[in-house]
């Protein structure tokens, strides 16, 4: 063996030291108001990247403890929101989102979030837009297994985002996005657009489940027989921006060369807080389609 050869093998034997930044603890927070319907505030705190994650890691990161209050700016009428069951967030199906009970969206109108949590302070506000999607019709591709498409109008000279979301009766827990499903109407507008609705999970922990490629297909397409309850939304233009940022990396989740992106939010914190999330107002229509 040439000193060169021994030399090389002994430099690959060297350990590797890799020094960790420290996590710092943000409070994460997903808040909505939308027409004729209460606010609904999911609030977490942050875990490190490289920490273990089981269930109760994840259930301990929800915050219940917080002080949480919306308030119509156009009406100057407020309401303290209270931990409740809802099927309009994950949280909420162990009793663990605030819910509001009687202050509901009115379109037009602005609508301030304020939250106390462990001697932190976090403000927001968003509007409802004026109107809804002017959705024209929702349809099945195929028989057999395929995916929704929904077909509808933009308004023309408005900027208009926004957002939809599906539910399958009986089979999701609660609304989740579709994939690439938040956008504004920037490359057309005042046209109407026929757009596929791909389903999400709701977490990408639950795609660590899917083996083969059948997995992937009934988890992203709909079958004959589902009911499916199509959520089409308009929102403001701060939402739009942290969907769209953070969907594409959902939709990469798989990609280990993907590299998380920035999402802009517009949740101000007081002093020393650290936060990530968004305070959205929605206008939003329902549809109900049964798939033959």
Known sequence: MTLWAACMLTSCEEPVTIDLPQHTNSAVIEGWIENGRTATVAMS????????TSHDSLMASIQTQAK????????????????????????????????????????GHTYLLHIENK??????STRIPSHGPQVDSV???????????????????EFNCYRFLTK?????????????????DLTFDGQQLNFELVRMPLSNLFSLE??????IKNATMFKKGNVVCVKSTLTD???KSFWFALQVDLSMANNLLVTPGVYPTNIRESEGAHVSGIWSGYYARYDTIVCR
């Open 45 to 52: 705190i942050s875990r490190p990247y490289y920490s273990y």
């Open 68 to 107: 949480i209050v919306v308030t119509d700016s156009n009406t100057g009428e407020s309401e303290q929101l209270s931990l409740d069951y809802t099927e309009d967030h994950i949280f909420g199906l162990a009793r663990m989102a605030y819910v509001g009970k009687k202050l509901k969206g009115v379109p």
């Open 119 to 124: 001697g932190k302070v976090y403000d927001a």
């Open 139 to 157: 349809y099945f591709s195929r028989s057999g297994r395929s995916f929704l498409r929904i077909r509808f109008t933009d308004p023309k000279g």
């Open 168 to 184: 399958v009766m009986d089979e999701d827990m609660s609304y989740g996005q579709v994939y690439l499903g938040t956008f504004d």
């Open 210 to 215: 899917y083996k083969t490629l059948e997995d």
């Open 237 to 239: 233009p701060m939402t």
